[in-house]
């Protein structure tokens, strides 16, 4: 019996007093003001919180203002990028096409006792004779008579030969292209002749004036501007002969 009494005193004994029951109310007080303050918060909306990258915060040696960038002399401008875009020339212009210039030429050759103007024909503008040789090559086609060949043939061996001539009889010489550009434009009388051939047959009398005429009316042309962009004063009939003799070629492609 006494040993139970022993074995109840020993297993209810403990250290805790009323202090630590004090204490220990004490923090669960503690930890439900804290539990309730928590929930609360968590009840109410959340507020958004903006995120400021580190790379803008102001450093020490940063004397300007948030989202303004210091100028600097690397920095260019919106109003100068967008001015360098309105003072770049068109895209046709970049590529040498100029509408007004083809124009121009195109009624000096049509009008042969018109004054050339020499800065004008003395380009290299090449737009206006490949067109006039694809349309006399479509012509021709249109008339039964395949020629794109001989056409661009013909083409570009007289170019060499009147750009020889030309190099020995002028002092100051001219270059290919502008040789090839005038010759080209003086070929739309041709084209004229071609269209006619679609309609009616020109192996006969009024065919053979009509071929004199166009090839007249093309070498007086091209001996005009070349005159006019070369300088070559008083050589206008030396000029015109070989060029009458490349249009005759032509002429016979046209005719037969």
């Known amino acids: 019996m006494s040993n139970l009494a022993q074995f109840d005193s020993d297993f209810y004994q403990s250290n805790f007093t009323i202090d630590n029951q004090e204490q220990s109310g004490n923090d669960f007080n503690a930890y439900g003001n804290l539990y309730g303050s928590r ?15 580190p ?8 004397t300007g203002q948030f989202f303004h960038p210091a100028s600097s002399s690397d920095y ?3 109003s ?8 770049e020339p068109p895209l046709l212009e970049e590529l040498g096409i100029h509408f007004d210039h083809i124009w121009q030429k195109t009624l000096t050759v049509l009008n042969p006792m018109k004054p050339a103007d020499g800065s004008i024909m003395n380009e290299t503008d090449l737009t206006g004779p490949i067109l006039f040789c694809v ?6 086609l249109l008339a039964g008579k395949v020629q794109f060949g001989y056409v661009y043939g013909l083409s570009a061996i007289g170019c060499l030969v009147i ?3 030309l190099n020995l009889m002028s002092s100051s ?6 040789v090839a550009s005038v010759l080209g434009y003086c070929l739309l009388p041709m ?4 269209g006619c051939a679609m309609f009616f047959s020109l192996q006969g009398t009024f065919g053979t004036v009509s071929s004199l005429v166009i090839i007249g009316w093309c070498s007086l042309s091209a001996s005009k501007i070349f005159i006019s962009a070369l300088d070559m004063e008083g050589q206008q009939l030396l000029v015109a002969y070989p060029c009458a003799l490349l249009y005759g070629l032509f002429a016979l492609l046209t005719i037969f």
């Open 39 to 53: 929930k609360q918060q968590t009840g109410e909306q959340p507020q958004p919180v903006s995120f400021v990258p």
């Open 55 to 62: 790379e803008m915060l102001m450093s020490p040696g940063y």
């Open 191 to 194: 084209v004229i002749l071609s």
């Open 80 to 87: 100068s990028y967008i001015d360098s875009f309105d003072e």
């Open 76 to 78: 260019y401008s919106q």
């Open 163 to 165: 750009h020889a001539l």
């Open 135 to 140: 349309a006399l090559g479509a012509t021709l």
């Open 173 to 178: 010489g001219v270059s290919y292209g502008c």
